[in-house]
């Protein structure tokens, strides 16, 4: 039964100005880190706002929170649809927080049309999907897709020393369900583009192929403390100049794909003791690079591998690359996309293909079942900043595809 | 009246090994960084050694401490001798220390030979003399010779945010006595090389006759955040990349002035948030250029100034170089470099002159009083290292010649 309404463009804008009052960070921007007090709080509104949508909450044992709305015949595998609500420390209103609080919207919906699908809904909220707290990111959507450790994930330790477990056991989201190890019939993630191609060309809604190839890495460099005074430049093995050496070549291979859209970012720099007057004898370095071409992601990657190694040895220092982690390539359902792209056309929105160039939970749950995401156009592209920007009308037709192509994925 | 004796080497020791048990690091080494509690353990010890041995006591308003023995003419300027107690994160039981506890021992020795000097003698502990926890190093040497503004030093915040004055007072060393601007004779400091000329030569006493040229710098960057991913290389003003860039090419300066030994680090590097997935909009870096020809120096001064430019504009960024720090030069008293060759040639001991590589400060008291110093060798030169080692052996002539270099000054 096709719908007879679209989505209520005015409550769910009033659901994202809800969120906005909490963990403000700059002027009209969040700072909502995974598992601080303002994650807690964030969630303990959205979980309220789904019981009273009448869903069923459920959380995960890596703090997933999951509601649901049950089916016509609710031993069918759900359909599930969702994103996060954490944030980097200077984030925006919108990224991750449109698609949870869209798929909300969604289900509001269908509860104001009466209208039961045949196979049940779960919204879902992934848990540090930024990686803005704990490293890396989308972790818990890596663990719900089989491939970080439980263990592991729960033990992952925060700048400030805060561990993972320990945080979610504190703000009450150690949840009893197991991690991932169901049957999903398919995962939707509606989410601002976070590029400016669709604000740039006006298009109201985008279709995502595929995302870029993209390689992390986490690196780490020993050396030796000495006085950065009397000790001869020969003899020094600075860790912090082994990672900055290394920084700098990534941005330097960044440049020689920048042509054909290719990107890399030094991200992170840590080292010890880090001070004036010694050489540090310990650094960190996150690096990550990008390519539309899953081959030409492939070339920069192994670059960076041998930067590694050049920047510890000019450094008088030893290199181990102590995490990689790639995501990308053509991983989303062919199916999907098509149903995303027919249900956009048939609502008359102008529309476009394009990729994914950012990391999404929705990379990780492709592994474990049929996957698409939406795009809605955001300001110039402007996003980890609190000059992130999208108007309600921005918005709206993208919740109305996610809310036709669920309806039709879970009805069929 | 010539000296009957030496010091008490023995006594001196346990002096060193006492001051070993506070602040322990890694094996063998100390971790006690000023004002921590540490800083204050070895502060309460010293004091009651000092008041043990007769002296009288006096703490600066930035925590300098001077224990006084009365002259023959109490009336006379002073001879001031000393050195600091605290050290780096992982710093070695020797740097600093020898030069307080070996003024304790001078003092001890004229008190075991009923020997009152013509004018006092002052031993002082110089306050957060490393720099470790509070930038610049030799603060507290800098206020006390008119360099630093008194306010200005209670206001050095720490990397956990402490401030130097609320530290100060919760440690119990806020003194009331007015921080320099008062007369000295003179200024004797004696500490372990950290370099490895005079271990290598097996020479036993160092005679000081200038420091090397150094130019330090604390230089901050100014970008914007944004995502990793989709934020196009050209757009870019990651902060950290700036950071990195600066220091990459501080260090070829360093190599590229290797030949002549001159010197050049990549010593520290900040940036907020400093995280995966977000560009850095904020950093800083602390480098620095040491070189025996002053003029060396600069040229290698203006290469960090004009790569501080670069560096920036490179990564898009803005750059203001916010402290700039430079010391040594012909800077030493050329009586009192005479007068401690001669005592340790008239002692019998091997010695040589050499510069000083590192900062001291002795540096800052040059500006206010005759000054020298006195070197004893470390094993193989290192420090600022767990590893940093002098035996009692290599200690004793330096000890000795301070003893008699300091009498012959104060009696004249």
């Not at 960044?254 to 080292?271: E, I, P, Q, V």
């Not at 149903?339 to 990729?355: F, I, K």
Request: proline share 4%.
């Amino acid at each position: 039964m096709p719908l007879t309404q679209g989505v209520n463009a005015q409550r769910f804008w009033s659901t994202i100005e809800r969120s906005a009052e909490i963990g403000q960070g700059r002027e009209g921007g969040l700072s909502r880190l995974a598992l601080s007090d303002a994650d807690k709080e964030v969630r303990d509104v959205f979980v309220c706002m789904c019981r009273d949508a009448g869903l069923t909450v459920r959380i995960d044992q890596v703090g997933n929170i999951f509601a649901r709305r049950a089916g016509q015949d609710d031993s069918l595998p759900p359909v599930l649809l969702g994103s996060h609500l954490d944030t980097q420390a200077n984030g925006g209103r919108f990224d991750g927080i449109v698609g949870v609080m869209g798929a909300l919207e969604v289900l509001r919906t269908l509860n104001d049309l009466q209208h039961v699908t045949r196979r049940p809904l779960e919204i879902v909220n992934w848990t540090n999907e930024e990686g803005a707290r704990f490293s890396p990111p989308m972790l818990a959507s890596g663990c719900f897709a089989g491939v970080y450790d439980l263990d592991w994930v729960h033990n992952r330790q925060a700048d400030d020393g805060a561990v993972f477990g320990e945080e979610l056991r504190r703000i009450g989201y150690l949840g009893s369900e197991p991690v991932g190890g169901r049957d999903l019939d398919s995962y939707f993630e509606l989410h601002i583009e976070q590029g400016p191609i669709l604000d740039a060309e006006r298009v109201q809604v985008g279709i995502v192929t595929h995302g870029y190839s993209s390689h992390g890495f986490l690196v780490e460099f020993h050396g030796e403390t000495a006085h950065t005074g009397p000790w001869p430049m020969e003899k020094r093995r600075n860790a912090l100049l082994a990672a900055a050496r290394l920084l700098v070549e990534v941005d330097d291979i960044g440049w020689d794909f920048a042509a054909t859209d290719g990107k890399a970012t030094a991200a992170r720099l840590s080292a010890w003791p880090n001070k004036a007057g010694i050489l540090s004898d310990w650094a960190q370095a996150i690096c990550d690079v990008r390519h539309d071409v899953p081959k030409a992601a492939d070339v920069m990657a192994e670059r960076v591998r041998r930067a590694v190694g050049a920047a510890a040895s000019r450094a008088g220092c030893t290199a181990e690359i102590l995490d990689h982690w790639s995501w990308g390539g053509r991983i989303f359902d062919d199916e999907l996309i098509s149903l995303v792209r027919r249900h956009a056309a048939a609502l008359g929105y102008s529309h476009r293909d394009l990729a994914s160039q950012a990391g999404h939970d929705a990379y990780f749950l492709a592994r474990v079942c049929p996957t698409a995401m939406i795009f809605t156009p955001c300001k110039d592209g402007i996003t980890h900043n609190n000059a992130e920007y999208a108007s309600r009308e921005d918005l709206e037709p993208g919740l109305n595809v996610l809310l036709h192509s669920v309806v039709s994925r879970a009805d069929r």
